[in-house]
């Protein structure tokens, strides 16, 4: 079966099953932090923590998720904005209203439902292998389902699924972050381009420091790298809170964490049910209830929503969970299960989704600008042929109706947004004129001359970041800069963890796995 149809077959029977299971673990660590466990250490009643509590969050929120929020944060609210899902499919949908819904599903995927599975798992392990001396591997976890059996055959194969796991699970995320880098660099330096050879050459760079900082210990690398990209995207966070309506988005951040609790429960269980049953052939095109104004033939949501944004997630964050589980047991010894449900629920939520909210709240703000100003897509001339017919196409008298508002052209009309070409361009513009301009220069209807507008909606998922630095005028190169840097260490910060983990594993739990090993 291939890969592609293994994931839909997967969303299509288990999706149920995904969304009822985080719905599930989320209740249970409530229960647990307000019974009387909350007051068990993990670990034996005399003893203290090992980091300051400064410290101990920094190194779990930059192993837990540092990479994603460069990634996703101005990338995700701007595809669920302006992108095909039932949101966008419905035109009766104030534009306000959908930015805050767009912004919302966002955080509800870096949300409690993300991190509960990081909480449970941490919490197991520090326990059992703390508090009752069991080796800190994923296979203790099972000990008081199957006892002294986890030193056995069964107890290897479940740490053997967890090295793969983690591997697995922590590919993706490296993956993106090697493309982001690549993408970064070469916003600053054209000639370095986007290709697998560039980005396989990144991960092997950044994997040989990554190695040393591994070796160096969870105390001097991976502590001291964490502590400084944690600053870092302090930084970068309070410059762009600071230098765009900084009243806006502290609104947006309290209303969205509002609009957050309003919703958790029927996003928290909604299993796109309708939407999956496409033998039904979905009921607003049945009864003749599409709602005029939209390009889509049903105002239902796509069949392929959840498959692609939340089982997908679910899927990612449960793949991290023994690697992110017991790096952060690893961490937490002498802390009271109470704190440790506040460090790895409570707090990385606040911070999160300030995080999400800053720079979501600053794409769709840029987002909206640029398409007040007409900027628009560049049109995809793959699907155009160039020839006599069309190459003395007179943009400036012509009728400028096209299928898509979001594009120039689309075979041999032109729409609305033609009057941004025709303004850069001038009044003789045709055609071939566009045509070449585009080949020169693709971003010419998608970014300001001064670059402090961009249609983020057309660029590709790993510019947008930096084009959001860009919109900031003198102070762009500075913060791409700075980005990118965070980027690269949050990245060191995430191969750190995941190493030190699987070498714990495959060392049978020693804590400190031999040097050569690392």
Same mark, same amino acid.
């Given at each position: ?27 249970? &660590? ?140 922590? $590919? ?98 909604? $299993? ?48 991290? $969970? ?86 120039? $052209? ?11 070409? &025709? ?96």
């Amino acid at each position: 079966m291939p890969f592609g149809d293994l994931l839909s077959w997967i969303t299509e029977k288990w999706t149920w099953l995904y969304i009822s299971s985080q719905n599930l673990w989320f209740l249970f &660590i409530v229960y647990l932090y307000f019974s009387k466990y909350g007051k068990i250490k993990l670990g034996k009643d005399t003893d203290e923590p090992e980091f300051s509590t400064a410290t101990w969050f920094t190194m779990l929120f930059a192993c837990g998720i540092g990479i994603g929020l460069f990634y996703f944060s101005v990338y995700e609210t701007i595809t669920h904005y302006t992108g095909n899902n039932r949101m966008t499919r419905d035109p009766s949908i104030p534009d306000n209203t959908l930015a805050q819904m767009a912004l919302n599903v966002t955080l509800f995927h870096w949300g409690v439902h993300g991190w509960v599975v990081y909480t449970l798992v941490g919490a197991l392990l520090g326990i059992i292998s703390f508090r009752e001396g069991l080796p800190l591997t994923i296979k203790s976890c099972f000990y008081p389902l199957i006892g002294e059996r986890i030193y056995g055959w069964i107890g290897d194969l479940v740490d053997i699924i967890s090295v793969i796991i983690s591997v697995w699970g922590i $590919c993706p995320s490296l993956a993106l972050g090697a493309i982001q880098i690549n993408s970064g660099i070469r916003y600053l330096i054209p000639s370095f381009e986007s290709t697998i050879f560039n980005q396989v050459m990144l991960i092997w760079a950044i994997t040989i420091f990554a190695t040393a900082s591994t070796v160096s210990g969870t105390h001097l690398g991976i502590r001291r790298i964490s502590e400084f990209c944690f600053l870092l995207g302090m930084l970068i966070m309070l410059v762009v809170l600071f230098y765009r309506n900084t009243f806006y988005i502290l609104n947006l951040y309290v209303q969205s964490i509002g609009f957050y609790f309003q919703w958790i429960i029927q996003l928290g269980f909604h $299993c796109d049910a309708f939407e999956q049953e496409i033998s039904s052939g979905g009921g607003a095109a049945d009864r003749n209830r599409i709602l005029k104004g939209g390009d889509y033939e049903t105002s239902d949501g796509p069949m392929d929503w959840m498959d692609n944004w939340t089982v997908f997630y679910w899927g990612w964050w449960i793949a991290w $969970c023994p690697l992110v589980g017991m790096f952060v047991a690893k961490i937490s010894k002498g802390r009271t299960l109470r704190e440790f449900i506040n460090g790895t629920m409570s707090a990385p939520l606040l911070y999160t989704f300030l995080w999400m909210s800053i720079f979501g709240a600053t794409g769709i703000q840029i987002e909206r600008q640029a398409a007040s100003a007409g900027l628009c897509c560049k049109p995809d001339f793959n699907l155009v042929t160039l020839n006599n017919s069309i190459e003395t196409f007179d943009l400036s008298s012509t009728s400028l109706a096209g299928y898509n508002p979001n594009y120039v $052209c689309n075979s041999t009309k032109c729409n609305d947004c033609a009057n941004t070409a &025709i303004g850069k361009l001038g009044s003789k513009a045709t055609y071939k004129t566009l045509y070449y301009k585009f080949k020169e220069n693709p971003k010419f209807t998608e970014v300001s001359d001064d670059a402090k507008l961009t249609r983020l909606s057309c660029r590709k998922s790993e510019e947008m970041w930096f084009d959001t630095m860009h919109t900031m005028g003198d102070l762009g190169n500075a913060m791409h800069v700075i980005s990118l840097v965070g980027i690269v260490l949050y990245f060191v910060t995430s191969s750190d963890s995941a190493s030190l983990v699987v070498d714990t594993l495959s060392a049978n739990g020693d804590a400190h796995p031999p040097r050569a090993q690392r």
